[in-house]
């Protein structure tokens, strides 16, 4: 069982990328699916009738990221810069690089910023969220934990940042981490799930199996959550109550642990 828990803990850790604040933290949202393309047609006409006017190919630019044309984003805000090159531009195309999957690029555009202190905290965030995308741990945290120096009240900022601390084997410091998120966050399956494997690392099963269970009366179908609770069970010796999980967890499609089923559970049913 030990060489399959660690599937489980990277399904838990990476069941989404780190959110990315778009414009202010408190407006996280995703228009891509309800930009107008109207919108983008109209600054094109825009631009033809004024083609050195900067805030026209930022706008189009804002259009085209929120409507999932990335690339063509990142072309206009590099118009932008180069007829006026004001360096809050850098910030917009940071963000495009981010959602394009380039996310060197993208750090090393958030790193030209020099926001106000009360937007530090985002462009840290940004920063350690990239950073935890392509492996460099030690830095997310550091960013992160420079994000929660300006801004002590995001729980995304502590949940990921225990995702980091999780990563380099630090798991006393990750499940505090999200324990943190949960206290401004309730209702967090994520920081649940992803404090009952802390919890398993340090072998605190009990400990683990309340989080499991908390988390799954959030969101009962998360599968990943019910093969951890599943596991946690076998470490109890409970292994009709980890059965009844595992099968659960299969039932809602994860046929990767079918095999694992059918040598351990056959015999029980």
Excluded at 152 to 162: I, S, T, V, W
Excluded at 190 to 209: P, T
Excluded at 225 to 237: A, G, M, R
Aim: one cysteine or more; a positive charge; hydrophobic letters at 30%.
């Amino acid at each position: 069982m030990r060489i399959r828990i660690l599937t489980a803990i990277l399904l838990s850790l990476s069941i989404t990328t780190s959110w990315l604040y778009f414009g202010r933290k408190n407006s996280l949202k995703d228009n891509s699916n309800n930009i107008n393309r109207e919108i983008i047609n109209n600054y094109s006409k825009a631009i033809s009738r004024d083609p050195n006017n900067f805030s026209f190919y930022l706008e189009r630019g804002k259009a085209k990221h929120e409507y999932g044309d990335f690339e063509g984003a990142i072309k206009d805000f590099n118009y932008s810069f180069k007829i006026n090159p004001d360096f809050r531009i850098n910030f917009y195309k940071a963000n495009s690089k981010y959602r394009h999957g380039d996310f060197k690029g993208a750090i090393k555009d958030y790193e030209k910023l020099k926001f106000s202190e009360e937007s530090k905290d985002q462009i840290f965030y940004n920063i350690a969220s990239a950073q935890l995308i392509i492996f460099d741990y030690q830095n997310s945290i550091k960013n992160y934990t420079k994000s929660i120096k300006y801004d002590n009240r995001d729980e995304y900022a502590f949940l990921y940042r225990g995702n980091a601390k999780f990563k380099i084997k630090n798991y006393e410091s990750s499940l505090t981490d999200y324990t943190e998120s949960l206290k401004i966050n309730q209702r967090s399956y994520i920081a649940f799930n992803n404090r009952g494997v802390s919890n398993f690392k340090l072998k605190n099963y009990k400990s683990a199996l309340e989080d499991f269970k908390k988390s799954l009366k959030i969101n009962p179908r998360n599968y990943s959550t019910l093969y951890n609770k599943s596991l946690t069970h076998f470490e109890l010796k409970e292994n009709k109550k980890a059965c009844i999980n595992l099968k659960k967890s299969i039932k809602l499609g994860k046929e990767v642990f079918r095999d694992e089923y059918l040598k351990i559970c056959t015999s029980i049913y």
